[in-house]
């Protein structure tokens, strides 16, 4: 399988592996969807990635869009950066890169890296993974997690699957001893009450996602304000990267939980 | 149930070549909406809006 986002993965991993393809192209990748037209990476959280990722950005002429720096010191915070380029067709194409992905333990992220989790260079995020970073505010996400979550083992298709019907199929067999909420609901046998069970965890997520995503919304007004007045798009990417992380360092504080107002 | 469209689930019927191929035609159209897409799709930003930015040469008060 070939696309931009496969063949980016293959060059930002040539002399080691820092980036993992992560949410729609992962989709993709897993053959349930052709469902985004922007590229995602999980990046290794260390200046070296950060350095080799924007030489491989710059190759491809690609320009900062509105976001936090490449650089440790913001994406150790969560923060997200975000490039755009074009390919040989002049079609549009959009990087963004983080390293803490939401809902994934450090331990998790680490093993992202191992040599033993998949053949360099090429780096996907695995199902798991992947299901617990589609449990956002966006309502969309939800089917494509049933879907994804029918490609794994049933005794963790059912902790994460959003198809009713499939926790009604599986909970004798694998769900007795389960503490999900849907899961225990399906124990009566009742469809309905698995439905709202499930409908219950979602909004759970999604409101969940939401409060976290302000956070940093609350956090980067001023930031985004000053990036823009720079017109950071403009610039090459050394001069942008530059720019930008002066700017960051008066207005986008490392953490989220930093700032203040 | 199924959750995803008869089309999204056929991709793992396609060879490689056709996924490619498919992938490619979906690229292309996907281009259209370019002009309308959110600022930001995935990472932290997604609540945030962006100011429309003046022409070159507005902003200055000086």
Same mark, same amino acid.
């Given at each position: 399988m070939r696309n931009i986002y496969f063949d980016l993965t293959e060059e930002l991993n040539a002399e080691g592996t820092i980036a993992v393809l992560a949410s729609g192209q992962a989709v993709v990748f897993y053959r349930l969807a052709l469902m985004s037209k922007d590229g995602d990476w999980i990046l290794r959280e260390a200046p070296e990635a950060c350095r080799r990722a924007l030489t491989v950005l710059e190759k491809h002429g690609a320009r900062y869009r509105p976001g936090a720096p490449l650089d440790v010191r913001w994406l150790a915070g969560g923060w997200s950066s975000h490039f755009e380029m074009s390919d040989p067709q002049a079609r549009r194409v959009r990087c963004d890169f983080f390293s803490r992905p939401p809902r994934i333990r450090p331990d998790e992220v680490a093993a992202l890296f191992?040599?033993?989790?998949?053949?360099?260079?090429?780096?996907?995020?695995?199902?798991?993974?992947?299901?617990?970073?589609?449990?956002?505010? @966006?309502?969309?996400?939800?089917?494509? $997690? /049933?879907? +994804?979550?029918?490609?794994?083992?049933?005794?963790?298709?059912?902790?994460?699957?959003t198809d009713p019907d499939r926790i009604l199929e599986l909970v004798q067999a694998v769900g007795k001893d389960s503490g999900r909420s849907s899961v225990r609901a399906a124990l009566s046998g009742v469809r309905e009450d698995v439905v709202v069970a499930l409908a219950r965890e979602a909004d759970q997520n999604q409101r969940e996602d939401r409060a976290r995503l302000d956070k940093?919304?609350?956090?980067?007004?001023?930031?985004? @304000?000053?990036?823009?007045?720079?017109? $950071? /798009?403009? +610039?090459?990417?050394?001069?942008?990267?530059?720019?930008?992380?002066e700017i960051a360092e008066r207005w986008l504080p490392f953490d989220p939980d930093e700032a203040k107002g | 149930m199924e959750l995803l469209s008869e089309d999204d689930l056929n991709l793992k019927d396609m060879t490689p070549e056709e996924l490619d191929r498919a992938w490619d035609l979906w690229f292309d159209l996907a281009q259209a909406t370019n002009d309308f897409d959110p600022p930001w799709t995935h990472g932290v930003f997604l609540n945030c809006t962006l100011d429309p930015v003046p022409p070159r040469g507005d902003g200055d008060n000086s």
């Open positions: 191992s040599p033993e989790e998949m053949p360099e260079p090429f780096r996907v995020v695995g199902l798991e993974p992947l299901i617990r970073m589609k449990q956002t505010q @966006r309502a969309k996400d939800y089917p494509v $997690i /049933g879907e +994804l979550a029918r490609l794994l083992p049933p005794d963790l298709e059912i902790e994460l699957t940093y919304r609350a956090a980067a007004v001023g930031y985004l @304000r000053e990036i823009q007045a720079a017109r $950071i /798009g403009d +610039l090459d990417l050394p001069s942008a990267h530059e720019r930008i992380c | -």
